[in-house]
């Protein structure tokens, strides 16, 4: 009787375990998606593309079912983080399941690229696609949209006229007027990133001084807030990513709305080194176990069709000169784009992360 | 027969504390490689650490986690007092309503709050449009340390509620009846008698509040505040220095153990559970008048606090977005956020209740080292857990390739690594804490003496588990159970990381959404949550109350 009670305990436990086995074979095997099935059928049969990325946006699902209906190439989804995914593909190591990697940061494929992460793209049809300076040098990753990191201002309190360089933001005259969010977020770190590139440090880690003195308050929340509270008064300067603002334009919220249109973009740096950008990008995974298909999906986002509907749903722009933007994003007129080479960003990460804990940037 | 006895009995002691030592050799594993990392010498980026982050991380670390473990007792346990011991207005629905807003994650209610009350919020618009007003945006601003005690307290209280009302409904009618008898006031009763005796379900419900807040990456990131977890998430991935981010983790570890050990060592010897061997109910008061209106307005504010007006804010937000996201496949986010969550909480339930039988029994070193070491998950970030479970994942595939090509020749080598194996076996590592902590309280009350008539009258410790103490314990395993499903429904960081391709559960759609500023379209997601929770919630309370009678 004794024996039988822990035999009985034992078994419950072994039959949980085996459930929790069965669960993930039954729901990850149930619609056919599961990554233990795909690998079996690797070899012949169903035709797969395994993708991590940090891009989440349900438009982009879209594409991917158009990818499918195109070529009968299912394209599986892993989605997280993109600090995070590149951890765990390389914790995965050689035998990781990912083809392809997209980011929403040009410095993180260059990370990844470092990592020894991915390998070189040979195609013609991305070399013409997308422009030499959104793509690695190297051919391990490429761009797919563009976005720019701008000034938002008060069309109540500032003319435009009194805009003009991202180093003008660090002239007294704009004391306690500037909204930005907190240097722990990618854009930030990308955009000093840059200054370092193209001025150096000692002017990145000025500016960065500078936009510190003319804060109107301590980083918060995201890029949208900062929006909002030029809005509010809180400030009269946002520095932002275009596509946030183009979505503020087209919020739910009527109210949103309303603030979104009593703001004004503007473009830095025109007569100088540009505006800021950065890109959404692709890499192929150096251990890809379906090359083929991945350097297809690749082709096929930097097509024109797919560049189109990839950039328009959230106002982004395409890479690909071909594909005119969406026409809000038209609106706000054609500008300069900084001239470096994006793998710079990655390559001047860390740096910017220092300078900014430096400098006292929260 | 006396060779038999003897047999029986050693296989009883050894499968619990084989079982034990194996569960918690298992949870340790995956963190050991990240354990090692602590060894290291120093790297540059460390003094870089050391020189610019350090400091102020600590401070708002310390802040954050003294105010809201506070704050959460002070919340906690006046509720959990006034609905234990009396009867006014509303009473018998606040007394589970309480519990809900566990069910809102506290990155969702930082959104949902800070979207409340912003410049577009509801109550500024209206204000604005309606009467002109425009509020200084200073005293509105909730994006501040002050802003997170308050999400972080109306959102995380409820673990203290919880176990004290339990502990209180059903351990101290004796003792608070004796007081009134001997004349003491309800102040001094509180005071005197309650804090006191309950001072261990306040000690286990705060400390998970305050490994909570520890743990937290949502709330601090989106309101600007620098913290110990923002300082390692940065290290990692800002600096790229897994090495330096993973001492930052450590340390975070040691402060987590030296606050458990302070815990214990303040506790001494002195166990709190009964000396009576009947379990009776306290007698409510009723209160009347000015008194019953207090109480009820008290509860209320904080029940409308932590959940009604978050709830209204994302009802407000879910009307203005279905129509964007009717394309998203709702059914299968809620089958696979359903699947994972009771799978994982049924495997915890079993493993606190192996381990802490087995500290139980055995109070001996290693039944103690194996009780606290359970709390070893809970208190590193989820995202260093997930890849310590991947790299420990794929070792195990290594291992068993040779196996999985036995049953099917194609077989890949990453099997058990792709699968919702890794993610439940994170969930139970990350929130073992949690069940472990109710299961433990729950011996506790019922103390030792069950156990050992029972086994004084012959019964092996496996039969007596099963006859006497889970039938005794099952409010507790079922509020443990309760509490890790719902935690599972709202994680992330494991989530996001270890699940297989084409696998999204309602917090990584939360998540999505969030994360590209889209907070109102969210809403469906989240609401859907705590629509769950709240179930469940409900549900569980009414088997607890049954339990009761």
Redesign the interface.
């Known amino acids: 009787m004794k024996g039988k009670l822990s035999k009985i305990l034992i078994s419950l436990l072994f039959v949980i375990s085996l459930a929790a086995l069965a669960g993930c074979a039954s729901s990850v095997g149930g619609d056919g998606t599961g990554s233990n099935k795909q690998q079996s059928n690797a070899g012949g049969g169903e035709q797969v593309v395994n993708l991590y990325t940090d891009r989440h946006y349900d438009t982009d699902e879209e594409l991917y079912k158009a990818f499918t209906a195109e070529t009968g190439v299912k394209v599986n989804v892993v989605k997280g983080k993109s600090d995070e995914l590149i951890e765990r593909l390389k914790r995965e190591g050689k035998d990781t399941e990912a083809d392809l990697l997209i980011t929403a940061d040009a410095g993180r494929l260059y990370r990844a690229k470092e990592e020894g992460l991915l390998q070189a793209v040979d195609s013609a049809t991305l070399k013409n696609s997308i422009p030499e300076n959104l793509r690695d040098p190297d051919n391990q990753w490429f761009g797919l949209t563009v976005r720019a990191r701008v000034i938002v201002y008060s069309k109540d309190r500032v003319k435009p006229s009194e805009l003009s360089t991202y180093e003008d933001l660090t002239n007294p005259k704009w004391k306690g007027k500037i909204l930005v969010r907190s240097s722990s977020n990618i854009y930030n770190q990308s955009l000093l990133a840059s200054f370092i590139a193209i001025k150096g440090e000692e002017w990145a880690k000025n500016w960065a001084k500078g936009i510190v003195a003319n804060m109107a308050r301590e980083p918060e929340g995201n890029d949208t807030d900062q929006a909002i509270a030029v809005a509010a008064g809180q400030g009269d300067l946002a520095i932002m990513n275009t596509y946030y603002f183009g979505r503020l334009l087209n919020s739910s919220d009527p109210e949103q709305k309303k603030i979104g249109e009593s703001l004004g973009v503007f473009f830095p740096d025109q007569d100088g080194a540009g505006t800021h950008i950065n890109v959404s990008g692709i890499g192929l995974t150096k251990e890809s176990k379906n090359k083929e298909n991945a350097i297809k999906f690749m082709e096929f986002l930097a097509s024109e069709k797919a560049q189109k509907q990839f950039a328009e749903s959230n106002f982004e722009y395409p890479v690909n000169p071909n594909v005119e933007p969406a026409e809000l994003l038209k609106s706000w007129g054609e500008f300069k784009t900084q001239n470096i080479n994006l793998s710079k960003l990655g390559e001047l990460n860390s740096q910017a992360v220092k300078i900014f804990d430096e400098v006292g940037w929260k | 027969m006396f060779v038999i006895k003897i047999r029986?009995?050693r296989?009883?002691l050894n499968?619990w504390s084989v079982?034990s030592i194996v569960f918690v050799i298992l949870l340790l594993l995956p963190n050991l490689n990240i354990l090692i990392n602590v060894f290291k010498a120093p790297n540059e980026?460390w003094i870089?650490i050391k020189r610019?982050?350090l400091q102020e991380y600590v401070t708002n670390t310390l802040l954050l986690v003294s105010f809201t473990g506070l704050f959460s007792v002070l919340c906690g346990i006046s509720l959990a007092w006034l609905v234990a011991v009396y009867d006014f207005p509303l009473r018998s629905f606040l007394k589970w309503g309480l519990i809900l807003p566990l069910a809102i994650p506290p990155y969702i209610a930082a959104y949902t709050y800070?979207g409340l009350l912003?410049?577009?919020g509801v109550i500024?618009?209206f204000l604005r449009n309606e009467f002109n007003i425009?509020l200084n945006?200073k005293y509105v601003?909730l994006?501040?340390v002050e802003g997170a005690i308050f999400i972080f307290t109306m959102f995380l209280f409820p673990y203290v509620y919880t176990i004290t009302r339990d502990f209180l409904e059903k351990q101290s009618a004796s003792l608070i009846e004796n007081a009134r008898v001997l004349g003491r006031s309800p102040m001094e009763i509180f005071l005197f008698v309650i804090l006191p005796v309950s001072r261990a379900a306040i000690v286990g419900g705060a400390s998970l509040v305050i490994l909570e807040v520890l743990n937290d990456y949502g709330v601090v990131?989106?309101?600007?505040v620098?913290t110990f977890s923002?300082a390692i998430?940065?290290t990692?991935?800002?600096?790229?220095?897994?090495e330096s981010s993973i001492k930052l983790s450590a340390l975070l570890l040691l402060v987590v153990f030296g606050v458990l050990l302070l815990e214990r060592v303040l506790r001494g010897r002195r166990k709190y559970s009964y000396t009576t061997a009947k379990v009776r109910p306290i007698s409510r008061i009723r209160l009347k008048g000015a008194k019953a209106a207090l109480a009820s307005v008290y509860s209320f504010a904080i029940f409308g606090l932590g959940f009604l007006i978050p709830l209204l804010q994302l009802i407000h937000w879910a009307f203005?977005?279905y129509k964007?996201?009717l394309?998203?496949d709702f059914g299968r986010l809620i089958?696979?956020t359903l699947?994972?969550a009771l799978?994982a909480s049924?495997?915890i339930a079993?493993v606190a209740l192996?381990i802490a039988n087995y500290g139980r029994m055995n109070e001996s070193f290693a039944g103690k080292i194996c009780a606290r070491l359970t709390v070893v998950g809970y208190s590193i970030p989820g995202?260093v857990i997930?890849?310590g479970v991947?790299?420990f994942f794929?070792a195990l595939?290594?291992n068993l390739f040779w196996f999985y090509r036995l049953i099917?020749p194609?077989?890949?080598?990453?099997?058990l690594?792709?699968?919702?194996?890794m993610l439940?076996?994170a969930y139970v590592i990350r929130f073992l804490a949690i069940g472990f902590n109710a299961v433990e309280t729950g011996f506790e009350k019922v103390g030792k003496r069950f156990f050992e008539a029972s086994r004084m009258l012959g019964?092996?410790v496996?039969?007596t588990?099963?006859k006497i103490d889970v039938k005794m314990i099952r409010p507790a395993i079922v509020s443990g159970f309760i509490l890790v499903l719902v935690d599972i429904m709202k994680e992330l960081?494991l989530t996001?990381?270890l699940?297989?391709?084409?696998?999204?559960t309602l917090a990584?759609k939360v998540?999505?959404?969030a994360?590209?500023?889209?907070i109102?379209?969210a809403s469906i997601p989240s609401l859907i949550i705590i629509f769950i929770s709240a179930v469940s919630i409900y549900f569980f309370n009414q088997v607890v109350d049954r339990g009761e009678r």
């Open positions: 029986q009995f296989l009883a499968s079982l980026n870089h610019f982050l800070n912003n410049y577009t500024q618009t425009h945006q601003d994006m501040s990131q989106y309101f600007g620098t923002t998430f940065k990692w991935f800002g600096l790229g220095d897994v203005l977005t964007n996201i394309s998203v089958l696979n699947l994972t799978l049924a495997i079993v192996v995202a997930a890849i991947i790299v794929v595939d290594n099917n194609d077989s890949a080598k990453l099997v690594s792709t699968s919702l194996a439940i076996f019964m092996s496996t039969e588990f099963f960081p996001l990381l699940r297989p391709f084409n696998y999204d990584t998540y999505q959404y994360n590209d500023e889209m109102r379209e």
